[in-house]
C-alpha cells in the first residue's frame, strides 16, 4: 500500500510540475526587419531580445529576422496587420499607407535637429500616433530611428535642387516622399529596400537617399560614388507588434514586451549616433566623395510641398506645433 501511495504522489508531482509556468514550452516571438545586423536595427533587435528573455525568465524567446528573411517593409507591416508576424522594427514609410498620422512626421525640413526630433517624438504628438496604431491592428510600442536622410548616387555633383532634374532617385513607399523629390525635379522611384542594391548595381536608378550610415552597412560604395548630405528628411522608426498578438498576452506579458522596447528604442538611438558619426571616414576610404551641402535652397524648393500637404491633410496646427518645440 505505501508503494503504492508512492507512485500516487510521484505522478501528482510530475503532472504538477509538467502543468506549471517553468514547464510550459516558451512563446516565440519573431522580430523581422529590413536592414543588417550590423546596423541600430540589429542592435535594437539584440537589445530587444536580450532584455524581454531576461524579464520573462525566457518565458518568451525572440527570433530576429534581419535583412528582409520576411520581405519588405510593407508586407511585414501587412503580416503585423493579419497576425502572421508578430513584431517588427519599420521605418514609417509604408506605415502612412495605413495611418495617415504617421505622414506628420515624413514633411521635408520639419525637424531642425536629432534633439528637436526627440523631443516632439517623446512628447504627447510621438505617443498619440503610437497609440492611434491599434486602430489599424498594429500596436506601436516606441520610436527608435533611422535618422535624417541624405542622398547616395552616382554622376554629377548634386549640390541644388536644380542638380536633382531628371535623376531617378529610390525612395520609400510614402507619397510625402515622392511630392518632395518631384518638387526637387527629380524623377522619384518608390521601391521596396530588399531590391535598391541591385537596382543600383543594374543602374535602373540613380541614386537612393536614406541615413549616411545605411550606405556603410548596406555596402552601398560597392554601386555608389558620391553622397550629398541633404538632410531633406528626418526619418525615425517604430518598434510595433501586431495588435492581436498583444491582446493575447497577459498584462505581466505585455509589461515585459513595453519595457524591452523602451530600452531597444533606446539603443536604436545611440546606435545611430554611433553609426552616422563614423559613416563619412568609413564611406572616404572606399572611395565615395562626401559633399556638404547649402540646405537653404533645399527648404525653399519643398515649402509648396510642405504647405500644400499640410493644408490637404489638417496637419498646419499640428505642424506648427512640432515647429515651436525646436
Not at 9 to 30: D, F, G, R, W
Request: net charge negative; glycine share 6%; with cysteine.
Amino acid at each position: 500500500m505505501n508503494i503504492i501511495k508512492t507512485k500516487i504522489i510521484q505522478c501528482a508531482a510530475l503532472t504538477t510540475l509538467a502543468l506549471s509556468p517553468l514547464a510550459l514550452e516558451a512563446k516565440t516571438i519573431n522580430l523581422a526587419f529590413t536592414q543588417t545586423m550590423d546596423s541600430q536595427y540589429g542592435a535594437a533587435g539584440n537589445a530587444f531580445k536580450s532584455e524581454l528573455e531576461k524579464l520573462s525568465d525566457h518565458k518568451i524567446e525572440v527570433d530576429l529576422k534581419p535583412a528582409g528573411a520576411l520581405g519588405g517593409e510593407r508586407e511585414v507591416v501587412e503580416s503585423l496587420q493579419l497576425g502572421i508576424i508578430e513584431m517588427t522594427i519599420s521605418s514609417t514609410g509604408p506605415l502612412g499607407n495605413f495611418d495617415k498620422d504617421v505622414y506628420l512626421f515624413d514633411f521635408p525640413y520639419v525637424f531642425e535637429s536629432y534633439d528637436h526630433a526627440h523631443r516632439v517624438l517623446d512628447s504627447h504628438i510621438g505617443k498619440d500616433i503610437l497609440n492611434g496604431m491599434s486602430e489599424h491592428q498594429i500596436k506601436g510600442l516606441a520610436w527608435g530611428e533611422n535618422g535624417f536622410r541624405q542622398l547616395t548616387y552616382n554622376g554629377d555633383p548634386i549640390l541644388k535642387p536644380e542638380d536633382l532634374k531628371g535623376k531617378k532617385i529610390r525612395t520609400m513607399e510614402n507619397w510625402v516622399h515622392l511630392a518632395t523629390f518631384n518638387a526637387l525635379g527629380a524623377s522619384p522611384i518608390p521601391m521596396s529596400w530588399t531590391e535598391v542594391f541591385t537596382a543600383l548595381q543594374q543602374g535602373t536608378i540613380d541614386g537612393q537617399e536614406n541615413p549616411i550610415n545605411l550606405a556603410v552597412t548596406s555596402k552601398l560604395y560597392e554601386v555608389q560614388k558620391q553622397a550629398s548630405m541633404t538632410q531633406h528628411l528626418y526619418s525615425p522608426a517604430v518598434i510595433a507588434m501586431s495588435q492581436g498578438y498583444w491582446d493575447g498576452l497577459n498584462s505581466n506579458e505585455q509589461k515585459w514586451v513595453q519595457q524591452a522596447a523602451d530600452v531597444a528604442a533606446k539603443v536604436m538611438r545611440q546606435s545611430r549616433e554611433k553609426l552616422e558619426n563614423e559613416a563619412s571616414d568609413q564611406l572616404t576610404q572606399k572611395g565615395m566623395t562626401i559633399h556638404k551641402v547649402d540646405i537653404a535652397p533645399f527648404v525653399k524648393a519643398t515649402e509648396g510641398v510642405r504647405n500644400k500637404i499640410a493644408k490637404e491633410m489638417e496637419f498646419t496646427e499640428k505642424l506648427a506645433e512640432i515647429k515651436s518645440m525646436k
